[in-house]
C-alpha cells in the first residue's frame, strides 16, 4: 500500500531556531501533500494544501512566513518552522492523497513528528 | 455548528465488547467517507473507506453510512485492548481535495 515516511520523529529546538520536517511518499508519486497540527486530545487541523511544482494553499490563520512548505518534487513535501518558539511545540503530521480503483482517492499519513520549542 | 460532529469521549469498554462509535455531519455535499485509527503520537491510519451510503464490512469492523441523516458510523465487534486509541471519522466531497475531521473518539478496551 501506500506509505508515507516523515522524518524526524520527534525534535527539539531552541527558541528563535528554524526546523524542517520531510514527508516522502515512498512507493507512489504524490501531486498533493497536506500539513496538520495537531494538539493533545485534539483533532487534526489543516495548515495547507501543498501542491507538486506550485504555492502551497495555507488555511486561514496559519502564517505562510512562518511555516513554509516546499514541494519541489512529487515524493518529497517539506515544512519549516522558521523562528521556532514555544507556542510552535505540537504534533506536525503530513498526508498524501493517494489515486484508488474506481477513479477515487484516499489519504494517507505520516507517523508525525512532535516538535518541542525550548 | 462544526462541519463534522463527534463525541470525544473517553468510551471505556470491556473486552469482546461491540464498538459503536458516531459521527455527524452537517455538508450534503460530502461523499466519501473515512475511519481512521491514531495511536497515541503516530499518524493515523486509515481502517475503513466508504463512498456514499450503505454499509462496508472488514474483519471485525463494520462502517455504516446514512446520507439521509447525515450520519455515519465504525462498530468494531471483539474488542481487543489493541483497539484502545483514537478514532478519527473523516469525510471530504467529490471535488474538493482536503478533508474535514471528526474531533476523535477515545476509545479504552479493558481486560
Known amino acids: 500500500g501506500a506509505v508515507v515516511s516523515q522524518h524526524p520523529s520527534w525534535v527539539i529546538c531552541k527558541s528563535g531556531t528554524s526546523v524542517k520536517i520531510e514527508c516522502r511518499s515512498l512507493?507512489?508519486?504524490?501531486?498533493?501533500m497536506f500539513w496538520y497540527r495537531q494538539f493533545p486530545k485534539q483533532s487534526l487541523m489543516l495548515m495547507a494544501t501543498?501542491?507538486?511544482?506550485?504555492?502551497?494553499?495555507?488555511e486561514q490563520g496559519v502564517e505562510k512566513d512562518k511555516f513554509l512548505i516546499n514541494h519541489a518534487s512529487l515524493t518529497l513535501s517539506t515544512l519549516t518552522v522558521t523562528s521556532a518558539h514555544p507556542e510552535d511545540s505540537s504534533f506536525y503530521i503530513c498526508?498524501?492523497?493517494?489515486?484508488?480503483?474506481?477513479?477515487?482517492?484516499?489519504?494517507?499519513f505520516g507517523s508525525g513528528t512532535r516538535l518541542t520549542v525550548v | 455548528q462544526k462541519e463534522v460532529e463527534q463525541d470525544p469521549g473517553p468510551l471505556s469498554v470491556p473486552e469482546g465488547a461491540i464498538v459503536s462509535l458516531n459521527c455527524t455531519y452537517s455538508?450534503?455535499?460530502?461523499?466519501?467517507f473515512m475511519w481512521y485509527r491514531q495511536y497515541s503520537r503516530k499518524g493515523p491510519e486509515l481502517l475503513m473507506y466508504?463512498?456514499?451510503?450503505g454499509n462496508k464490512e472488514d474483519g471485525r469492523f463494520t462502517a455504516q453510512v446514512d446520507k439521509s441523516s447525515k450520519y455515519i458510523s465504525l462498530f468494531i465487534r471483539d474488542s481487543q485492548p489493541s483497539d484502545s486509541a483514537t478514532y478519527l471519522c473523516?469525510?471530504?466531497?467529490?471535488?474538493?481535495?482536503?478533508?474535514?475531521f471528526g474531533t476523535g473518539t477515545r476509545l479504552q478496551v479493558t481486560l
Open positions: 498526508s498524501a492523497r493517494v489515486s484508488i480503483p474506481d477513479r477515487k482517492w484516499s489519504y494517507t
Open positions: 512507493d507512489f508519486q504524490a501531486t498533493t
Open positions: 501543498s501542491n507538486e511544482g506550485s504555492k502551497a494553499t495555507y
Open positions: 455538508n450534503s455535499a460530502f461523499q466519501y
Open positions: 466508504t463512498y456514499s451510503s
Open positions: 473523516a469525510m471530504c466531497t467529490g471535488t474538493a481535495s482536503k478533508l474535514t
